[in-house]
């Protein structure tokens, strides 16, 4: 399912009429402010994930009676 040509001009029109042309470059800018964090914020999860080696198991070899 790709977007054609069309159902941008119809996507974009639409957004005109719902929030008007004042208010939709704002919505633009919070739209990339967030998608920006979310990225940094996997890209640091993924790096973090990276650094840490993996912890060996430890084994309770103590026999209770």
Do not use: W, Y
Not at 29 to 54: C, H, I, S, V, Y
């Amino acid at each position: 399912m790709a977007l054609g040509p069309a159902s941008i001009v119809l996507i974009v029109g639409a957004a005109l009429v719902i929030f008007g042309p004042k208010k939709l470059p704002e919505l633009g800018r919070a739209a990339g402010d967030t998608l920006r964090e979310f990225k940094n914020a996997t890209k640091g999860m993924m790096d973090d994930t990276k650094e840490q080696p993996a912890e060996p198991v430890k084994e309770d070899k103590e026999i209770t009676k």
